[in-house]
């Protein structure tokens, strides 16, 4: 499939060794918003092209649009890619609203085309060992979830912080999407919430490059949690935070009537699942059974790229509309005091067969 990436930022490093990793994919063309940068992620590709916008998602040679732009672009390079009679993928979060989320969907169901968007980081080894214990039965009928996400702030490190505090920012709807997209993978669709949130600080202070010592003002809930009430009838509580140093509890853990599951930071593709069943002594280290393995950001393209027609991808665009519904709708529940229902809904994702590095370029499970 014939890739054309729009948005040659940082992130789009991690996507370009994927893509020259995997013979799936291949880079047709690149646009930036500074041109100079897209030549420069050119270069060293041969028949790979620079262009603006417009004129990469018109482009006959391009096969699917990888929109890595900023969140509040995405929506209107999506909908640039689907006028356009194009696939597109997106980085998270899907759109920066759930309203331009529906728009953007049915745009695309209308002119049929599909939209996908990441995280894919589900699809690798750590998710989908999980996803298989469970679905095998090894943890008997899943109750219940934690998943926990503790860091003082993105200021510490991030030169330029100041998106981390503005509308669309914030510790949930920055890394909200990895926790709630394994949560759902794992235990299908969402169906009420309960939220609570907080803002202790009014500022924050950059601690490195040339903006050290300069305050951002934070416009955002930095302390977000709350109770998540599955379709299936698990429960799964949330906390994301910029508020905390450091903690000791698991990214994830599931818990069943005969066992329960530890998960590594659902923000890589690979690590340690960790199972203990009502019976055992201790945890132990569940050998690697399902899911893409090496994986990096963009199998998720490839996997939705090769995807049959007619067949929902696994990273596909409704299940990144019910993420972020889920994170709206609590901070919706927290401001109002209320428990919210939700208006979306998805399919819980098809699980990835195992998947060695030797096997990729078969056909993808």
Same mark, same amino acid.
């Given at each position: 499939m014939n890739v054309g990436l729009v948005g040659c930022g940082t992130i789009a490093g991690q996507y370009l060794r994927t893509i020259d990793r995997l013979p799936e994919l291949t880079l047709a063309a690149a646009a930036d918003l500074d041109p100079a940068r897209a030549?420069?992620?050119v270069r060293s590709r041969p028949g790979a092209r620079a262009l603006s916008v417009d004129d990469l998602v018109t482009d006959p040679g391009v096969d699917v649009v990888l929109n890595l732009t900023v969140p509040a672009a995405h929506a209107e390079v999506a909908h640039k890619a689907v006028d356009a009679g194009k696939d597109v993928y997106c980085e998270k979060p899907l759109t920066a609203t759930t309203a331009e989320a529906r728009e953007l969907l049915a745009?695309?169901?209308a002119?049929?085309?599909?939209?996908?968007?990441?995280?894919?980081?589900?699809?690798?080894?750590?998710?989908q060992t999980a996803r298989k214990a469970l679905d095998d039965g090894l943890i008997g009928r899943p109750v219940a979830a934690t998943a926990t996400m503790v860091t003082p702030g993105h200021e510490r490190w991030h030169h330029h912080p100041d998106f981390y505090y503005a509308p669309g920012?914030?510790?949930l709807m920055d890394m909200g999407p990895y926790y709630l997209t394994s949560l759902v993978t794992l235990l299908g669709p969402v169906a009420t919430v309960v &939220? =609570?949130? /907080?803002?202790?600080?009014?500022?924050?202070?950059?601690?490195?490059?040339?903006?050290r010592g300069e305050t951002v003002p934070v416009d955002v809930d930095t302390h977000v949690t709350g109770v998540l009430v599955h379709r299936s &009838? =698990?429960? /799964?509580?949330l906390v994301t935070t910029f508020e905390g140093v450091?903690?000791?509890?698991?990214?994830?853990?599931?818990?069943g009537d005969e066992g329960s599951l530890v998960l590594p930071d659902p923000n890589h593709f690979a690590g340690d699942v960790r199972l203990q069943r009502l019976d055992d002594e201790d945890w132990r280290t569940l050998p690697v059974s399902a899911g893409y393995e090496p994986a990096g950001r963009g199998d998720g393209l490839a996997d939705f790229a090769l995807t049959p027609p007619g067949v929902e991808p696994r990273a596909s665009g409704r299940l990144a509309y019910h993420v972020l519904d889920v994170m709206e709708s609590l901070l919706a529940s927290a401001h109002s005091g209320q428990a919210v229902s939700l208006d979306s809904t998805c399919d819980r994702p098809r699980p990835v067969t195992f998947v060695p590095g030797a096997d990729r370029t078969g056909p993808r499970g």
């Open positions: 030549g420069e992620t745009a695309a169901d002119a049929g085309v599909r939209v996908g968007c990441a995280p894919d980081t589900v699809l690798g080894t750590a998710t920012g914030g510790p &939220g =609570a949130a /907080s803002r202790p600080r009014a500022e924050r202070t950059i601690g490195t490059g040339p903006r &009838g =698990a429960l /799964s509580t450091a903690t000791t509890s698991p990214h994830l853990e599931l818990h």
